[in-house]
């Protein structure tokens, strides 16, 4: 990805309101389901980490990208957006 493509999606970012929390439960089989769906049909996804969490925005966004095949657009504060390309339509 380029720095300008980054740069285009960190600006889409900015209006959009996270859809996913991650507490003190942490990164489980169904958060990644629900946020891979969410992927597939926006592409850009903003999550939050809670205060009650476990782990640091650093290693959940780490994970969930990992899991996903999701590339990490950016990370403020305690929030995080996520970016993977659509599938294909057949």
Known sequence: MTG???A???RLANTLKPIFQIGKEGIGDNLI???D???SKRELVKLTVLEASTL???DASGML???LGAEIIQSIGKKFVLYRKKPEEK
């Open 37 to 39: 769906e969410a992927l």
């Open 33 to 35: 389901k629900s946020v």
């Open 8 to 10: 285009e999606f960190r």
């Open 4 to 6: 300008a493509e980054r």
């Open 65 to 67: 990208a990992e899991a």
């Open 56 to 58: 640091s925005v650093k």
